[in-house]
């Protein structure tokens, strides 16, 4: 006996993604409902090879029924129907940034914390975190239970997919102008993307971060350990697909790259391809369409005591958002909301 799944936001980037994960892995499902907003009802919609769903109106939804919820739709919308469904009895998995800091709901990376998953009962929501911080919480959990992490410094590569097709089509539209000398016009980006990089994701806080910085300590801080010291410069670069990061980490302990490469190798989820030669690292282009998280051109930090430092790679619609949530999904159905034959 299947699961009755609605995935909000189905229209999106990532509501796409959900689908066609949801499809690809075979998640036991009875039925399907893509929901969106009212101007998206009755549009058709992929689910796996064969199936096509028409889209719901999330507004107008009784999610009663509804086993399991994967949403997407944006943090305003998400902050309103979220917790509609959650009452109405379903466990909802919320890829926005609305519930993760709230501490009565579980921030899961199921490779990380999934023993996090059940918390979920407090409120019936379980928060997928940011795309930038999954592929590094994953990189960052063997390490950790080898040596201990003191202070983290990172540095972004994201692409223009996190922010949503709006954005791709913004990359595409300016990269064509240019190469045929027409004006660049600049709608969701604060400055020119194309052939350019912007350090300024989300807005900026008081402190001169930005919100996506700060996103990526919290989220750490909470799904692994919260005396792990972070601090992130996140850029947008004209990437369609694959969020990259140049991870800098400083231990409590010592650690050689060998005990670090054995560490990442032996940890689901993860793919060293690590050669010191031309093409022996992963670049985002490579990682589109992937499930794994990607790490490569790991090496010691000589400016620190006890550091390493290497690159990590991986399709943010994919770990970074649809898959980590489709694998909270397949944990639940494992461990807490099986179904009598």
């Known amino acids: 006996m299947g699961y009755r799944v609605a995935v909000v936001g189905a229209t999106g980037n990532v509501g796409r993604e959900m689908l066609q994960t949801l499809a690809e892995r075979k998640f036991p499902v009875d039925e399907v409902f893509a929901l969106a907003s009212e101007r998206s009802i009755g549009r058709e919609i992929s689910f796996g090879e064969d199936e096509v769903l028409k889209v719901h109106d999330l507004a107008a939804f009784d999610f009663k029924g509804i086993d399991i919820v994967l949403s997407s739709p944006g943090a305003k919308v998400s902050a309103v129907h979220?917790?509609?469904?959650?009452?109405?009895?379903?466990?909802v998995i919320d890829n926005t940034s609305h519930f993760r800091m709230e501490p009565d709901v579980p921030l899961v990376v199921p490779e990380v914390n999934g023993h996090a998953i059940a918390q979920y009962t407090k409120r019936n929501i379980i928060a997928n975190p940011n795309c930038s911080t999954i592929q590094m919480v994953v990189t960052l959990k063997p390490l950790h239970q080898l040596a201990r992490i003191k202070r983290v410094v990172v540095s972004t590569y994201q692409s223009v997919s996190g922010a949503g097709k709006e954005a791709m089509d913004e990359l595409f539209s300016q990269t064509r102008a240019i190469y045929v000398n027409d004006p660049i016009a600049r709608t969701k980006f604060t400055k020119?993307?194309?052939?350019?990089?912007?350090?300024?994701?989300?807005a900026f806080m008081s402190d001169g971060a930005t919100k996506e910085e700060w996103k990526m300590a919290v989220e750490t801080r909470k799904i692994l350990d919260p005396d792990i010291q972070v601090v992130a410069t996140c850029v947008r670069v004209p990437v369609f697909i694959g969020h990259a990061e140049a991870i800098n980490i400083e231990f409590e302990?010592?650690?050689?790259?060998?005990?670090?490469?054995?560490?990442?190798?032996?940890?689901?989820?993860?793919?060293?391809?690590?050669?010191?030669?031309?093409?022996?690292?992963?670049?985002?282009?490579?990682?589109?369409?992937?499930?794994?998280?990607?790490?490569?051109?790991?090496?010691?930090?000589?400016?620190?005591?006890?550091?390493?430092?290497?690159?990590?790679?991986?399709?943010?619609?994919?770990?970074?958002?649809?898959?980590?949530?489709?694998?909270i999904a397949e944990e639940l159905t494992k461990h807490h909301l099986r179904k009598a034959a």
């Not at 020119?192 to 989300?202: E, G, K, L, R, S």
């Open 82 to 91: 979220s917790p509609r469904a959650a009452k109405a009895g379903a466990v």
């Open 192 to 202: 020119q993307i194309a052939f350019n990089c912007i350090p300024h994701i989300d």
């Open 253 to 327: 302990k010592p650690i050689t790259e060998g005990e670090a490469r054995a560490a990442l190798k032996a940890q689901p989820g993860i793919t060293v391809i690590d050669h010191r030669a031309d093409e022996g690292y992963v670049t985002p282009v490579e990682c589109a369409g992937d499930d794994a998280v990607f790490v490569s051109r790991i090496r010691k930090d000589p400016t620190v005591k006890h550091g390493l430092t290497m690159w990590v790679v991986s399709d943010n619609l994919r770990k970074g958002a649809a898959l980590n949530a489709v694998q």
